[in-house]
Nanobody
Framework: QVQLVESGGGLVQPGGSLRLSCAAS????????MAWYRQVPGKQRDLVARITNGGTTNYADSVKGRFTISRDNAKNTVYLRMNRLEPEDTAVYYC?????????WGQGTQVTVSS
């Protein structure tokens, strides 16, 4: 069974940076668009950033210019570099495919931005 394992979250002050990683068991990345999502308790899970197999990226307006998504298909890993973090970025972050190709969700990684 394919598993997605997110890591790299933590507590950071406003203006700080974090780098999230998402590793998968099995070769599930190659050829697929991969994405990072985030969810705040009581709200829906929102797509934050996505990247095609060829490296084309798209971002939600709220993170554009601050977050960078990247991938390493050989390592079955997708990354999210987050700079200039704001309290509004506080959420559990998940990675997955998009749309109808979504796999079972991992446990996510908590990001808390607070002074």
């Amino acid at each position: 069974q394919v598993q997605l394992v997110e890591s790299g979250g933590g507590l950071v002050q406003p203006g700080g940076s974090l780098r999230l990683s998402c590793a998968a068991s099995g070769s599930i990345f190659s050829g697929y668009i991969m994405a990072w999502y985030r969810q705040v308790p009581g709200k829906q899970r929102d797509l934050v950033a996505r990247i095609t197999n060829g490296g084309t990226t798209n971002y939600a307006d709220s993170v554009k210019g601050r977050f960078t998504i990247s991938r390493d298909n050989a390592k079955n890993t997708v990354y999210l570099r987050m700079n200039r973090l704001e309290p509004e970025d506080t959420a559990v972050y998940y990675c997955n495919r998009i749309g109808a190709l979504v796999l079972s969700w991992g446990q996510g990684t908590q990001v808390t931005v607070s002074s």
